[in-house]
Nanobody, 126 residues
Framework: VQLVESGGGLVQAGGSLRLSCTAS????????IGWFRQVPGKEREGVSC????????DYSDSAKGRFTISSDKVKNTVYLQMTTLEPEDTAVYYC????????????????????WGQGTQVTVSS
């Protein structure tokens, strides 16, 4: 299983970015796919989650109204559209997927997920 994130970069405050997470070796369908972010010295933070088969999405409070998670089943890719970016959004962003072994954990718990991408840096300048 491999997850590959892309789309990060440097953007000014108020700008937008779209992150992509493409999977191989696993089909994004029945299990949660999460987007997380992490800054040095802090714990990994859940940003958004999607369960494609349930057409269910969720967001952290900081992401609600600004970020949108979506999927393309043909491309086996999940996207995170980020708008109105703030310097506080600066972090390495990771996508992750689970195998269902710990689905009882909340979506924003990193321990729920079994596979992680390598991360993509998002930097928002003020």
């Amino acid at each position: 299983v491999q997850l590959v994130e892309s789309g990060g970069g440097l953007v000014q405050a108020g700008g937008s970015l779209r992150l992509s997470c493409t999977a191989s070796g696993v089909t994004f369908d029945d299990y949660a796919i999460g987007w997380f972010r992490q800054v040095p010295g802090k714990e990994r933070e859940g940003v958004s989650c999607i369960i494609i088969s349930h057409r269910a999405t969720d967001y952290s409070d900081s992401a609600k109204g600004r970020f949108t998670i979506s999927s393309d089943k043909v491309k086996n890719t999940v996207y995170l559209q980020m708008t109105t970016l703030e310097p506080e959004d600066t972090a390495v962003y990771y996508c992750a997927t689970e195998t269902g072994r710990r689905s009882w954990l909340p979506w924003f718990s990193p321990r729920r997920y079994d596979y992680w991408g390598q991360g993509t840096q998002v930097t928002v300048s003020s």
